[in-house]
T-cell receptor, first 115, second 112 residues
Framework: GAVVSQHPSRVICKSGTSVKIECRSL??????MFWYRQFPKQSLMLMAT?????????EQGVEKDKFLINHASLTLSTLTVTSAHPEDSSFYIC???????????FGPGTRLTVT | QKEVEQNSGPLSVPEGAIASLNCTYS??????FFWYRQYSGKSPELIMS????GDKEDGRFTAQLNKASQYVSLLIRDSQPSDSATYLC????????????FGGGTRLMVKP
């Protein structure tokens, strides 16, 4: 149990385009989902916390107009990277927290390369 | 002081030895503690949870919690090269809305 999927696993896009990443909790309902970014050999960096049906809370320094988060249901959250630039190239990982628990379950991640 | 602190390592142990990974946290009222393993290029995977003082064993893994000292550790017995990964400690922190706060991780290298 507690499986989180992410799609796509890998994406290459041109500079200036937008990319949407989906995160789904497959066998549990997640009131809260999280989006992280990780650069090579660096720690996980929390970008934003999203609660179903409400606006996401972004961490300091993360541009909310650039990283659009939608959490439309208890099993789906999406992250859209708008007007992507090469410096947005990174490993994006989502996680989901079951409704009555503290632990988070991570998706397999999406590797974004912006050319 | 960071809310959850870990030594970044690398911690190098020979195959078959016990690896000891440590984590300290700042919030005295934290109740839930987790260890995640992250292989290079992959996402974190939950491997242990502990909620009460003392030891909790699961196979070769033992989590130890000491709330008075605000200290949680993970012991890996009979370490294998496949255990080489970064281990993340996570704690629910009241000031963070009781969401999990992650330490920076300790990189473990098990040498054959």
């Amino acid at each position: 149990g507690a499986v989180v999927s992410q799609h796509p696993s890998r994406v290459i896009c041109k500079s200036g385009t937008s990319v949407k990443i989906e995160c789904r909790s497959l066998d549990f309902q997640a009131t809260t989902m999280f989006w992280y970014r990780q650069f090579p050999k660096q720690s996980l960096m929390l970008m934003a916390t999203s609660n179903e049906g409400s606006k996401a809370t972004y961490e300091q320094g993360v541009e909310k107009d650039k990283f659009l988060i939608n959490h439309a249901s208890l099993t789906l959250s999406t992250l859209t990277v708008t007007s992507a630039h090469p410096e947005d190239s990174s490993f994006y990982i989502c996680s989901a927290r079951p409704q009555t628990a503290y632990e988070q379950y991570f998706g397999p991640g999406t590797r974004l390369t912006v050319t | 002081q960071k809310e959850v602190e870990q030594n970044s390592g690398p911690l190098s142990v020979p195959e078959g030895a016990i690896a000891s990974l440590n984590c300290t946290y700042s919030d005295r009222v934290s109740q839930s503690f987790f260890w995640y393993r992250q292989y290079s290029g992959k996402s974190p995977e939950l491997i242990m949870s502990i909620y009460s003082n003392g030891d909790k064993e699961d196979g070769r893994f033992t989590a130890q919690l000491n709330k008075a000292s605000q200290y949680v550790s993970l012991l890996i017995r009979d370490s294998q090269p496949s255990d080489s990964a970064t281990y993340l400690c996570a704690v629910n922190i009241r000031n963070a809305g009781n969401m999990l706060t992650f330490g920076g991780g300790t990189r473990l290298m098990v040498k054959p």
